[in-house]
């Protein structure tokens, strides 16, 4: 992986093999992030992404390999009990354009991926919401 800091955003060159979850990471503590948006776009070879099930407070996750596209990543870096915290959503495409998407959990790159890191002056803790079962902002 490859960075480079503007004023007003960071692009991110990620490479073969990476794992795009702990990479955003590393930028992210790197750079002292505690609020930012990220998209990007690249290619795949092996994904894991989750549907959030409310009634039962549970990720259902799925996995797939083989050879993707990015359609859009998108998603927040902030922080949960001031600590690094990160939610990222991905859509994929395979070769016949079925697209399949969710909550990233983790995704090896194929070829690249190209993200664009935009920091947001302040910050946003996260706290755990009894009713949902999720990390929600607290503002």
Request: proline share 1%.
């Amino acid at each position: 992986m490859e960075y480079k800091r503007f004023e007003n955003a960071i692009l991110v060159r990620m490479d073969a093999q990476e794992d795009i979850v702990e990479q955003v990471k590393k930028v992210a503590l790197a750079e002292h992030i505690t609020l930012a948006s990220v998209q990007a776009l690249g290619a795949l070879k092996e994904f894991t992404v989750g549907v959030y099930d409310v009634a039962n407070k549970a990720y259902h996750a799925n996995s797939f390999s083989g050879s993707y596209e990015i359609v859009s990543l998108t998603g927040t870096i902030d922080t949960m009990n001031g600590e690094y915290y990160s939610h990222l959503h991905l859509s994929a495409a395979d070769d016949k354009g079925n697209t399949v998407g969710g909550h990233l959990n983790k995704a090896i790159i194929s070829a690249t991926c190209e993200m664009v890191v935009t920091p947001i002056k302040g910050q946003i803790d996260r706290v755990y919401d009894d009713k949902t079962g999720l990390n929600l902002w607290k503002f």
